[in-house]
């Protein structure tokens, strides 16, 4: 099966510009999270979709991040405007089922968009 | 609030056991995750524990005692691919989880 796809895999872009990050679950996953991992440092949980609704966004740091998940399937993040301590990974991440069963537990982690914001 | 601990750096000799420990601090606990990631490459799922014992895959080992609210991740018979950084995660219940992750702790095995 196609893992979880991100896309960019790299964006430089300038304070006060617009970026979008695409991320396209494993088919058939109704958990799919946003987390940014910032110079190394701890993985941080932004949020998390289960289907096309927002679960639990307690994790989004400011209202200049925006997050969609179109009919369940692919999932945007939007930083507009972007400013200097945005850059850092963002990893998208995809799971099965809810929480007692065992495929809930397991996540698929795409490769990250890494934004440099200059 | 939620906290998660684990050491920030180890380091281990090749062929040699190495233990990471992680202490978490949840409501709604739901089990313990491990996942290993590269530099420059994304974090993959090692072991999950939702009850209180050791899980074995492998060279790898977890453990998780939830009176305790501790977890330790055992790598057996090192090798030098294993040096990367190692994250617990924990699962908070509520229908669907959210997993949370810890600080992560970067494993360097030398010769």
């Known amino acids: 099966e196609a893992g979880v796809t991100q896309f960019p895999s790299h964006s430089v872009i300038e304070k006060g510009q617009t970026v979008t990050l695409r991320c396209d679950p494993i088919?058939?996953?109704?958990?799919l999270y946003w987390y940014r991992r910032v110079m190394g440092k701890e993985i941080k949980f932004l949020l998390h979709?289960?289907?096309?609704?927002?679960?639990?966004e307690s994790g989004m740091p400011n209202n200049r991040f925006l997050a969609e998940r179109t009919g369940g399937t692919y999932s945007t993040l939007k930083v507009q405007p972007a400013e200097l301590e945005d850059s850092g990974v963002y990893f998208c991440?995809?799971?099965?089922?809810?929480?007692?069963?065992?495929?809930?537990?397991?996540?698929?982690f795409g490769a990250g968009s890494r934004l440099t914001v200059l | 609030g939620q906290s998660l601990e684990q050491p920030s750096e180890v380091t281990a000799v090749e062929g040699a056991i190495v233990q990471i420990n992680c202490t978490y601090q949840?409501?709604?606990?739901?089990?313990l995750s491990w996942y290993q990631q590269h530099d420059g490459g994304a974090p993959t799922f090692l072991s999950y524990?939702?009850?209180?014992g050791l899980e074995e895959t492998g060279r790898f080992s977890s453990f998780l005692s939830r009176s305790d609210s501790y977890g330790y991740l055992l790598l057996q018979e090192l090798q030098m691919k294993d040096s990367a950084s190692y994250f617990c995660?924990?699962?908070?219940?509520?229908?669907?989880?959210?997993?949370?992750f810890g600080t992560g702790t970067k494993l360097q095995v030398i010769p």
């Open positions: 991440a995809s799971s099965q089922g809810r929480a007692s069963s065992s495929g809930a537990n397991v996540l698929t």
């Open positions: 088919s058939g996953h109704d958990n």
């Open positions: 979709f289960v289907k096309e609704s927002k679960q639990d």
């Open positions: 949840t409501s709604g606990f739901y089990g």
């Open positions: 524990n939702a009850l209180d």
């Open positions: 995660a924990v699962s908070r219940s509520g229908g669907y989880q959210k997993v949370t």
